[in-house]
C-alpha cells in the first residue's frame, strides 16, 4: 500500500520570506564566485566567503557540504541531492557526523547553480562550514521513539532560525556546535558540543539541561553542565549569552585553543557561568522570551504524520520475521520501538561490510526516496552516526520496505554492531587528513562482515579519523582508530574505551601506532580477546574497566 507523502512531515515548511532570503544570499555569493573566477578574488580573500556558504578547498577539487537541519529531509529533497550527485559530481554524496550530506567533487563555476537547485526543494549550505554556528543536529528517532520524553525538534528549528546569519556569531573565534536531544538517553552526543541540549517536559513547560565546552579534536574534553533546568522561555537568552560570553573572551590568537572547551577550562566552570549569569542580568530578557505563541507558530509549519495501522499489523510483521530468519536478524538490529504500536523506526545502515561508510549513490538516493514516499509518509532522517532512519514505518509494510533495500544494497543488518564504522573521508580527500581512513574502515568492515560473527560479538563501536581534528570521532568509538603520519608513512593509532552516551568518556591510547594491515589484525585480536574472556553479558567497556587498558594493550601488540 502506498502511503500519500506530506512535504513538510518532519520539518519546518518554508515560507516565501524564506525562500527570498535563500535568493538573496545565493545572488550575493554568485558574485563573489565570479570575481574569484575572474581574478578579482584572490583565494586568501575568497575562503571566509566560500566557508560561510558551504564550500571546502580540499585536495583534489572543491567540496560542497549541504545542510540537513536537525537531520530531517523529504523525499523531493532526497531526489534533489540525487539529482545533483548525477549532474555535478561523481553519482554520490557522503552523509557526515553532523547529519549534513557532502558533495567531494563539485566545479566552483557550478556551485551557484547547485545552490539553485537546492533553493527550489528548500535546501541550502549557509553556516556547514566557517567560524559560526553550524547546522544543528538532533535526535534521529526524534517524534517517532516509544521512549522519547520529548519532541526536540521544534526547538532545534527555533535555534536554527535565531542562529543563521547572527549578526554579532557569524565570526566567532572558531567553529561552534550545537544538539539537542529529547529522549531519557544521550542519543546526540550532548556532551561532546559546544552546546549540548536535552529536553525534558515539566508541569510548567519544557526545561533543559545544557552542556557546554565539550569537543573532540586536537584537545577531546567532555562537557560539563552549565544549567540544569533552563526554562524555555529562556532558551534562547541562554544561548545568546553563552555565545556572547564566548565570543568576547575566546581566543583569536591561537587557532588551536580557539574553541569554547579551552576558555572554559582556563577560567573554569562556576566563572564561566557567573559570566554568563552577569550576561543575562544585563540583558533585556523580554526581548529574547521565547513565548508559548511563538512556539506553537513553528510548531505549526510542522505536519503530523497520520498514524492509522490496521489491528493485524503487529501480528504481520510476527508472521513476516518467522517465515524469514535473515529479515528477523534484520529487524532485531536495524529498528527501533515506536511511540505508535502499528508502527516502528527502521534504520537503513549505510556500512555494508566493505563498502565506504556514509558513502550513498545517486541511484539509492533515488530509490530510498520512493521507498519514503510509500513507507515513512516522504520522510527520511539522518543520523550522526552516519546512517538513515524512516521514522515511521507501519509494521505490515516493513518486509516490504526491507526487500526494497534489499534491491538497493541497503539491507545490512549491522546496526550498533561492529561493521556499523563511523568514518572521516581522510587523506582520500581532506587535505588536513594525515592517513586515509576509508580503506582502513572498508577492511575492517569485511574482516567482521560475517552476520553470526557480528551477533556473537553483539554491541561493539569503531570510530576512525584521518586525523586528530576528530571528524569521525574516534575518540567515542569503543575502539577508535587515529591516523598519523610515521615518519612520511601512513599509520594507525588505537583508543580503547570511549562512549560518547550517558557515560560519557574518551577513549585511551593503547601505544604506538600501527601500518594500516596490522592495524586490522591488532584490532581482531582485541576482539578475540574481548570475546574469549567476557563474563556473560559483560560489554566490551565494562570489561575494558574490569582488566584493564594494559591487558588488551598486550594482546594488540603481541605480534607485532
Sequence with gaps: MTQPASRSVGHYQYEERDR????????????????????????????PLRLMNGVYLQLHAYMLRVAIPYGVLDSRQLHRLADIAAKYDRNYGHFTTRQNIQFNWIALKDVPTILRELAEVDMHAIQTSGNCIR???????????????????????IVRQWSTLHPEFTFLPRKFKIAISGSPEDRVAARFHDIGLLARPSENGPLFRLFVGG???????????????????????TLEAVLRVYNAFGRRDNLYKARIKILVQT?????????????????????????????AQIRARFALPDLKAPVEAVDVLEQHKKADPAFARWVASNTHPHQDEGHICAVISLKTPGAIPGDVTAEQMHGLADLAERHSFGEVRVTHLQNLVFGHVRKDQLYELWQGLKALGLAAPNVGLISDIVSCPGLDYCNLANARSLPLAQKLGARFGDAALQAEIGALSIHMSGCINACGHHHVGNIGLLGVDKRGAETYQILLGGDAGENAAIGGILGPSFAEDEAVD????????????????????????RCGLKAFKEVAYETV
Design 522 to 545: 591488532a584490532v581482531a585480536r582485541i576482539v578475540e580477546f574481548y570475546l574469549g574472556q567476557r563474563q556473560k553479558g559483560e560489554t566490551f567497556s565494562a570489561m575494558l574497566k
Design 20 to 47: 527570498a532570503f535563500l535568493q538573496e544570499r545565493i545572488n550575493e555569493f554568485e558574485g563573489q564566485v565570479r570575481r574569484r573566477l575572474s581574478g578579482e578574488l584572490s583565494e586568501e580573500e575568497f575562503k
Design 215 to 237: 569537543g573532540l579534536g586536537r584537545t577531546p574534553v567532555v562537557g560539563q553542565e552549565l544549567f540544569d533546568s533552563v526554562k524555555e522561555e529562556d532558551l534562547i537568552a
Design 135 to 157: 547546522n544543528v543536529t538532533s535526535d534521529e528517532f526524534a517524534g517517532a521513539a516509544k521512549d522519547e520524553l520529548m519532541d526536540p525538534r521544534i526547538h532545534a528549528e
Design 267 to 295: 577560567i573554569g566552570l562556576e566563572a564561566f557561568r557567573k559570566a554568563v549569569e552577569d550576561e543575562l542580568a544585563r540583558m533585556d530578557r523580554a526581548a529574547y522570551r521565547l513565548t508559548p505563541e511563538h512556539v
